[in-house]
């Protein structure tokens, strides 16, 4: 074999070290910044606060509002019924306004048990044997959190045996069940939601009224049929009324499908709220907004670092290897912390480029808050108006906030496919789901309005879709088939 030697050309696109700082901040919603700052900070002795600069920052900037997750815009993407989850946003706040010179007194305050100590603190009232306890314990350490008990009798009966060394049989289990059932919040334990329905029913104060037992009726027969709303068989196989119906639905309406998500965590749960990264006002005919900083330190290097590198750089001759050693690790110290600098600059012009584009975009929105006035607007859009990628501007809108005069809201409500009217004209298809919730909200619930129904409601509004288009639509709302919102 023969050694040779030869000359290849590659291009390569490689990220600098300032890119993928940018690329990461890019994604650091506002509540987040001030402590990714502290940690580069902590990792970096060369970074330093400039004070003067923040306080005169802090003057300028008017105080964002801060509102509770459940106050904000909601999404297009809603649920109704109680047998669903609402979505519920991710980003929590916690604010600490105390300085130094406060005088700082404890309160006393009541810790609140878990759900599962609940639990556990009531198998004492109940007439248990120490084996019975043991197993009782056990059930509840497989219940979830929505108090439901989800695994096979036989399975956590031979599980039983092996973790408390003792032959456990599957009727043993069962009868703790049963006791375990009896237990606070009532429903708990349930294997489904039809039991954990009929427990709730069973364990109620007001067996006699004929309502309660109605129900009981339907949910042990017709479970099937009423989680589907079939009521017209539910009439026929049980033999009553349309009253005698409704007072019983409205029983089951008010039990709860989740009864451990009812158990609160008290004062160890804390409120969730968001932060607007983006506060947006309207006034004199002028819509203006800056970047809400509250919490952002400006960044300047340390000059402490600084004078060391400048008397390395000096005296270089004569230095000896520790030194040299000491001047590369300030050198790079301090070269990283510019890079953060840059970044942190850079991701404010970034953002400031984008939102512009959007308010400049959707200028007409933001001067009464009409929605329908949202014009169709995807990511291409605004990475057309900006030069950016467009991967560049789904980081921007992702998990970012802005505050407007009628509420805060993600930016990602102001993107939204569009479609053409009869007229030729753009609309957005937020203004079309909003018509189309409209007409499932104003129809007579006895008869709910088909898709091929709400088809035609939408062609008389210059709304030309097809049949599939509103099933999605509708499915994105979280608003179920006519079948089942039908009510008495």
């Not at 004492?124 to 929505?146: S, V, W």
């Amino acid at each position: 074999m023969s050694i040779n030697q030869s000359l290849q050309l590659k291009l390569q696109q490689k990220l600098s070290p300032l890119q993928i700082q940018l690329v990461k901040l890019l994604e650091i919603p506002t509540v987040q910044m001030e402590q990714r700052i502290k940690e580069e900070m902590e990792s970096n002795p060369a970074l330093d606060i400039d004070e003067a600069a923040t306080r005169q920052e802090e003057e300028n900037t008017p105080e964002p509002q801060i509102n509770s997750a459940q106050e904000q815009q909601p999404d297009d993407d809603t649920s109704e019924g109680y047998l669903l989850n609402e979505d519920i946003p991710a980003y929590k706040l916690q604010a600490n306004n105390q300085s130094d010179d406060d005088k700082r007194e404890s309160v006393p305050i009541s810790e609140a048990s878990s759900f599962y100590e609940h639990l556990e603190e009531q198998i004492g009232l109940h007439n248990f044997t120490e084996k019975q306890q043991k197993i009782a314990k056990f059930i509840i350490g497989n219940i979830d959190e929505d108090g439901y008990l989800r695994r096979q009798i036989d399975n956590i009966a031979d599980d039983a045996s092996f973790a408390l060394g003792d032959d456990i049989s599957d009727q043993e289990v069962e009868a703790v069940l049963d006791e375990v059932q009896k237990m606070d919040p009532s429903g708990v334990g349930a294997r489904d939601l039809r039991e954990c329905l009929l427990l709730q029913l069973r364990h109620s104060r007001n067996q006699s009224i004929e309502a309660v037992k109605t129900a009981t009726d339907i949910l042990s027969v017709c479970f099937d049929e009423f989680s589907k709303h079939h009521y017209d068989k539910i009439l026929k196989k049980l033999h009553i009324t349309d009253d005698d119906l409704r007072d019983a639905t409205t029983e089951i309406l008010h039990l709860n499908p989740k009864p451990g998500s009812a158990y609160g965590g008290g004062a160890a749960r804390q409120a969730q709220h968001v932060t607007p990264d983006f506060i947006i006002d309207y006034d004199n005919g002028e819509i203006t907004f800056h970047l809400n900083r509250r919490g952002e330190p400006e960044l300047k290097i340390s000059r402490q670092y600084a004078e060391m590198l400048h008397e390395y750089n000096t005296n270089k001759i004569n230095q000896s290897q520790e030194q040299r050693d000491a001047a590369t690790f300030v050198r790079e110290k301090i070269k990283s912390a510019q890079w953060f600098i840059d970044a942190v600059k850079q991701r404010r012009n970034t953002l400031t480029l984008v939102m512009q584009a959007i308010i400049d975009y959707q200028g007409d929105y933001f001067i009464d808050g009409d929605e329908t006035k949202l014009k169709p607007m995807i990511l291409k859009d605004i990475a057309d108006k900006t030069g950016l990628d467009v991967s560049t501007i789904s980081r921007v809108s992702n998990s970012k906030y802005a505050q407007t005069p009628f509420g805060i809201c993600p930016l990602k409500y102001f993107f939204s496919e569009g479609i053409q009217n009869t007229d030729g004209d753009d609309v957005s298809t937020r203004e079309v789901k909003r018509v189309l919730k409209e007409a499932v909200e104003a129809e007579d619930k006895r008869h709910p309005l088909t898709d091929d129904k709400l088809v035609e409601i939408l062609n008389e509004k210059s709304y030309n879709i097809a049949r599939r288009t509103v099933a999605k639509y509708r499915e994105q709302l979280g608003i179920p088939v006519a079948r089942l919102r039908k009510q008495l």
